[in-house]
């Protein structure tokens, strides 16, 4: 299968990049993070989902962990696997802290994606990991709620056909507030240290 490359999660965002390090160099930050800053950019988690237990899901589900939200599909020949063994070896490097994340795994391809699918695509990587499909109207919305893209190509004829999508992570507090971008730019040091810092006793939302 021809690998296809992720959509850049900066396409067509260079205004808001640039809002983003105005806003960063005007006030000062509570915590030393690392990542792109977005408290205040983007809104909180919020969606009406499928999970992979075929339960409803909804963003007040995962108040009281920090959450790691990412769109891909489980047919992905390179960026989502690779994406999520990098997040199990993240939380490995959490240790114990890691009980206190969640990885939400959304796919942008419902149509293939069932429930049973994500499940057993999801908990090969991490067991902190959960798969979110749903209405193809309602992983839009989601996609546009977080200026995320996602493309499917045409189909051959057999089924077999790809996805482009960004390839950002959004990370969200305890509270469900958005706060950092990562991209595949950062280095995984910089990821466990911000989460660390989000996930540690006493750290302020």
């Known amino acids: 299968m021809r ?14 990049a640039a809002a983003l390090l105005l806003a960063s ?6 915590l030393p993070f690392r990542l792109t800053q977005v408290t205040g950019h983007m809104p ?22 920090v959450v790691l939200l990412y769109f891909g599909y ?22 114990p802290l890691a ?12 149509a293939r994606d069932t429930p049973e699918v994500m499940h057993a695509y999801v908990n090969a990587f991490d067991k902190r990991a959960v798969g979110l499909t749903g209405k193809p109207s309602d992983i839009e919305a989601l996609s546009k709620r977080y200026r995320s893209a996602f493309s ?6 057999d089924g077999n056909y790809e996805v482009s999508h960004s390839s950002a992570i959004y990370i969200f507090d305890a509270q ?9 730019a950062d280095s995984q040091d910089d990821l466990v240290h911000d989460l660390h810092l989000l996930l540690a006793p006493g ?3």
């Not at 160099?25 to 509570?30: K, N, S, V």
């Not at 390179?78 to 939380?91: E, F, K, R």
């Not at 499917?152 to 004829?157: C, K, L, M, V």
């Not at 507030?177 to 595949?184: K, V």
């Open 203 to 205: 750290a302020q939302p």
């Open 99 to 110: 009980d206190g994340a969640r990885i939400l795994f959304v796919s942008v391809d419902p």
């Open 25 to 30: 160099c005007q006030r000062g930050t509570p």
């Open 44 to 65: 909180d988690l919020d969606f009406n989902l499928i999970n992979d237990q075929g339960k409803p899901a909804t963003g007040a589900d995962y108040r009281g962990k």
């Open 3 to 16: 690998a296809r490359r992720a959509i850049p999660w900066f396409a067509g965002s260079l205004l808001f």
């Open 176 to 184: 469900g507030h958005a706060r950092l971008l990562s991209t595949p």
């Open 74 to 95: 489980t047919h992905c020949p390179d960026v989502c696997p690779l994406t999520l063994a990098h997040l199990h070896v993240v939380m490995q490097r959490l240790g």
């Open 152 to 157: 499917r190509e045409p189909d051959p004829g």
